[in-house]
C-alpha cells in the first residue's frame, strides 16, 4: 500500500521540529549544571530558557514575509542552519557565548515554529487536519521527553557543553533530511516572489492574535512544569536522575495523549469541552502539585490531561485565516506565542527566587492555564461576532 505524499512529508516536519524541542530541552534539562558551573541564578536560567523564543517577538511576523517573498521551504533550511549554529556555539564554556548561542539558534527556531505549522495546513486543509495538526504537535514533547531521558546523564558523565553539541548535531541531521526529501504540495497556494506586504482583515487580526495568546500561554504553562518540577520532586526526596525521568512522563504521555485527542476531536464534535476541560483540569492538578505531600496524584492528573488541548488549539489559525494569508497569519500568531514563551518562565523563575519555594512555578503554571480557558472563549465569542 503506497503512503500519500501528504503523511510521508508530515513526517519530514514532525523530525525537524522533534530536533527543534530536542534542542530547546538542552537549557532545561541541564539547569542544575548551569546553576552551578556557570554561576547563574533560577532567574538567570529562566532567562535562557525564554531566550530561545525571544526573537520570534520580532521576527515571527517579518518569517511570514520572508516565506511569501522566498518560498516557505527555503526560509526553514536557513532557519535549521542558524540553530545548528546556534547550538554549537553553547558548547563553548563561556557565559556570554551561551547566551549568545541560545538567541541565535531561538532565531532559527522562529522559523521552524511559522513555517512548519503553514506547511502542514497546505497539505492537509479540506483533509483531515485535526489529526495532522495532533501528530504533528506530539514532536514537541518527544524532543523535550527525549532530552529529559538523554541530557542529565549525558551532561553528568561529558559536562553540560556536549549537550549543546549533541543538540546541534541532530538539528543538523534533520537540516540533511529536509533539504533531500521535503517539497511542497502541488495545489499550495502560490507565494514564492510575493512582495512583502501585510492583507490581513480586522477579523483575521483579532482571530489570529487571541489564537496566538492561547497557544503561547498554553506551551508556556507547560515549559514551565517541566523545567521547574524536577527540582520540586528533589525537594520531596527524589535523586535529580529520577525526578528528572519522573517528569519526563509530562512529555512522554502527551506524544500518545494529543494524537489520541485528536482522534477523539474528529469524532465527538466537541472541542471546545475538550481544550477547556484540558486546560482547567491541568490548572487543578498544577495547583495541587505545590500542595501535596505526595505529589504523584496530581501529576498524574498533568500528565493525562495536558495533551488534551493540543492539536486542537493548532486547528485554530485554519478558522481564523484565508488560504492566501496564512504565511503572514502564522507569523502574527507565532508572534504572541514567542512573546508568552519568552516571558513567563522568566516570571516563573523570578517567582522562585522571591518566594524561595520551589512549588512557586507551578502555581504560576496553572494561571497561565486559566488564562488559556479564557481566551478561547474570547475567541468563540469573536468569531461569532465580528465580520
Request: a positive charge; proline letters at 6%.
Amino acid at each position: 500500500m503506497t503512503v500519500p505524499d501528504r503523511w510521508r512529508m508530515l513526517l519530514v516536519l514532525f523530525l525537524a521540529r522533534t530536533s527543534m524541542a530536542y534542542q530547546f530541552q538542552t537549557v532545561p534539562s541541564d539547569g542544575p549544571f548551569l546553576v552551578d558551573h556557570l554561576g547563574i541564578g533560577f532567574a538567570q536560567l529562566g532567562s535562557l530558557i525564554g531566550l530561545y523564543m525571544l526573537p520570534g517577538i520580532l521576527i515571527a511576523l517579518p518569517g511570514g514575509m520572508l516565506a511569501q517573498r522566498f518560498g516557505a521551504e527555503r526560509v526553514v533550511l536557513s532557519g535549521l542552519a542558524l540553530m545548528v549554529f546556534g547550538g554549537a556555539l553553547m558548547g563553548v564554556d563561556s557565559v556570554p557565548l551561551v547566551f549568545a548561542g541560545r538567541l541565535i539558534s531561538g532565531l532559527g527556531a522562529v522559523f521552524i515554529n511559522v513555517l512548519m505549522t503553514k506547511m502542514v495546513t497546505d497539505w492537509f486543509a479540506g483533509r483531515e487536519i485535526v489529526a495532522a495538526m495532533a501528530l504533528f504537535v506530539a514532536s514537541w514533547p518527544l524532543g523535550i521527553a527525549l532530552g529529559l531521558l538523554s541530557f542529565p546523564p549525558l551532561a553528568a558523565a561529558h559536562g553540560w557543553p556536549v549537550v549543546m553539541q549533541a543538540g546541534a548535531v541532530v538539528v543538523a541531521l534533520c537540516f540533511a533530511v529536509m533539504w533531500l526529501v521535503y517539497r511542497p504540495p502541488p495545489d499550495a497556494p502560490a507565494e514564492f516572489g510575493h512582495g512583502l506586504q501585510i492583507d490581513l482583515s480586522r477579523r483575521e487580526w483579532l482571530l489570529i492574535s487571541l489564537a496566538g495568546f492561547i497557544w503561547g500561554v498554553f506551551n508556556a504553562g507547560y515549559v514551565i512544569l517541566i523545567s521547574f518540577l524536577p527540582e520540586l520532586f528533589v525537594q520531596r526526596g527524589y535523586s535529580l536522575p529520577e525526578a528528572s525521568r519522573v517528569v519526563s512522563v509530562l512529555a512522554w504521555a502527551v506524544i500518545f495523549t494529543v494524537p489520541l485527542a485528536g482522534y477523539l476531536a474528529e469524532h465527538i464534535k466537541r472541542p471546545n469541552m475538550m481544550m477547556i476541560g484540558g486546560f482547567l483540569s491541568v490548572a487543578a492538578g498544577a495547583a495541587a502539585l505545590s500542595l501535596a505531600a505526595a505529589p504523584i496524584i496530581p501529576f498524574a492528573v498533568v500528565a493525562l490531561m495536558v495533551g488534551l488541548p493540543a492539536g486542537l488549539i493548532m486547528s485554530l489559525p485554519a478558522q481564523a485565516l484565508r488560504r492566501e494569508n496564512r504565511s503572514i497569519g502564522m507569523g502574527v500568531f507565532y508572534t504572541w506565542h514567542f512573546a508568552a514563551m519568552a516571558v513567563l518562565p522568566v516570571l516563573a523563575g523570578t517567582a522562585r527566587d522571591l518566594s524561595a519555594s520551589a512549588a512557586a512555578p507551578s502555581l504560576f503554571a496553572a494561571v497561565t492555564m486559566v488564562a488559556a480557558a479564557l481566551a478561547l472563549i474570547a475567541f468563540r465569542i469573536a468569531q461569532a461576532r465580528v465580520n
